[in-house]
């Protein structure tokens, strides 16, 4: 069916976005920032 097509196109939008935060986060901690400051900038 169409819906589970757009089921699972919306899981896998979730899940890169999940991921790009994690590495995002992991990067900025590295500087001494959190995320929210990053987000400020």
């Known amino acids: ?3 589970d097509g757009i089921d ?3 899981f896998l939008i979730h899940d890169v976005q999940r ?5 995002f986060e992991a ?3 590295g ?3 959190s995320s929210a400051q990053w987000r400020l900038l």
């Open 1 to 3: 069916m169409v819906s």
């Open 8 to 10: 699972r196109l919306g």
């Open 19 to 23: 991921l790009m935060r994690k590495r």
């Open 27 to 29: 990067r900025a901690s």
């Open 31 to 33: 500087l001494g920032l």
